[in-house]
């Protein structure tokens, strides 16, 4: 099975009752990785957890990898939700109070579950970047870009790239020491992004 087929649910849920096995698949599968490397996470015991049988599971999702994935993508989705509702809040803003609004957007989904982020963001960066991931990578992207193109900063492609490996990278150095204070790590970003854009 190449890549890409392996990242992929077999199919939709489409009636309420296959909604609801999805869902408490999801559910086990975030509630086991509190508890067990990804290593040693296995189908069998999500759908244990889950109180399914295997071959439900399979029904929707060919293997554990799909469903890592799934979590993945419903995490940028949900980050790509809180950036746009702060660009659309923040349209009349100067740039600066836009860019303090987008840097808590970034940090909203590590303070709702931080160790479920990190473990995620770590998967992400392990599993083969699938078309739909790309895509929502890509809308973060363009939704930094094209504020900054709306404030006239100059190079705001490359501006953009640059704030978010600069702001991905310290979250990231932060989750792994453990840090929990997320208004002083928003603080710390402020600094950094705003003395960059001032140099």
Do not use: W
């Not at 940028?76 to 809180?82: C, F, P």
């Not at 803003?93 to 473990?119: E, F, M, N, V």
């Amino acid at each position: 099975m190449n890549d890409q087929r392996r990242l992929d649910r077999r199919r939709a849920p489409q009636q309420a009752r296959s909604k609801e096995t999805c869902d408490v698949i999801l559910a086990a599968t975030r509630s086991l990785l509190a508890q067990v490397s990804v290593e040693d996470l296995t189908t069998s015991t999500i759908a244990a957890k889950a109180g399914v049988s295997v071959g439900s599971l399979y029904q929707f999702f060919p293997g554990k990898e799909a469903i890592l994935a799934h979590l993945v993508r419903e995490l940028r989705a949900e980050m790509v939700s809180d950036l746009c509702t702060v660009c659309a809040e923040t349209r009349h803003a100067d740039l600066c109070s836009g860019l303090t609004a987008l840097i808590r957007a970034s940090l909203h989904h590590h303070k709702r579950d931080p160790a479920l982020t990190r473990i995620l963001e770590e998967i992400e960066t392990a599993l083969p970047m699938d078309a739909e991931t790309q895509h929502l990578k890509k809308q973060m992207f363009e939704i930094v870009a094209n504020f900054l193109i709306r404030h006239d900063v100059p190079q705001p492609e490359q501006t953009a790239r640059d704030l978010s490996g600069m702001v991905h990278g310290m979250i990231q150095a932060a989750l792994q020491a453990g840090e929990a204070d997320f208004d002083a790590l928003a603080a710390r970003l402020d600094r950094a992004v705003l003395g960059y854009l001032r140099s």
